[in-house]
């Protein structure tokens, strides 16, 4: 985290191609993390971001490893992966292998999460694993983007408010640049840059029609998921 003022500096520049932001909608503060449970609740809002829908990524994963610090996919992937979704894949892969080693970052080959700091050594949070990057507000990386937690009805509307401004949105993709590296954050940048508007409404409309604990927010793809 002391690399921050350098890296500031170029958060923007360094645009990637890999968000996927995952939402959770707006509840109470007395949330336990420990109760996180993997219940997925997908919006049928989709937008569709350097041809890779959530479908294609959700697809995919299951044939993405680690191996010596970088993303691979398996000779099964490679078998039964679709073209249009396979060359894509191969395409962000390469992004996010070349970002690692520029950046410095780290892979956890079990969870697939990337950062600055050793996953097993991650500031404890309000999400098992991830990064604080404001309060009720946190995120990580992977081989096809960032998610964003939120766990509290204000980290939403903090979220939302730092939408609202050229300067909010940079200060939103600074913060992520310093848990995930630059280049991943980069395609925040280029996600909330083309769908500022959209992707605040969409996330107040997802966190007013759930009452779960938390949501998440993916990209590239901008889609909203509950837990």
């Not at 939402?23 to 109470?28: A, D, G, H, K, R």
Request: proline share 3%; with cysteine; hydrophobic share 35%.
């Amino acid at each position: 985290m002391s690399k921050t003022t350098t890296k500031n500096k170029v958060v923007l520049y360094l645009a990637g191609a890999m968000l996927s932001s995952v939402v959770l909608p707006l509840f109470s503060n007395s949330v336990n993390a420990d109760s996180f449970q993997a219940n997925k609740s997908y919006s049928n809002q989709h937008i569709s971001s350097n041809n890779l829908s959530q479908s294609d990524i959700e697809l995919a994963d299951k044939y993405v490893k680690v191996k010596n610090n970088q993303f691979y996919i398996t000779q099964q992937g490679q078998s039964l992966l679709p073209n249009n979704v396979l060359q894509p894949v191969k395409e962000q892969i390469k992004k996010t292998n070349q970002a690692i080693t520029k950046d410095s970052l780290i892979v956890n080959p079990e969870t697939k999460e990337v950062a600055y700091q050793s996953p097993f050594v991650m500031f404890a949070s309000g999400v098992r694993g991830a990064t604080r990057i404001h309060s009720g507000c946190y995120v990580r990386g992977f081989w096809w983007g960032v998610r964003i937690y939120f766990t509290s009805n204000a980290a939403v509307n903090w979220f939302r408010s730092e939408l609202s401004t050229a300067s909010g949105v940079t200060t939103i993709v600074d913060m992520v640049a310093q848990v995930t590296g630059h280049e991943i954050a980069g395609t925040l940048s280029d996600a909330l840059g083309a769908y500022t508007d959209s992707t605040s409404n969409r996330l107040a409309n997802f966190n007013r029609s759930h009452r779960h604990s938390k949501i998440y927010m993916d990209a590239p793809n901008i889609s909203f998921h509950t837990f």
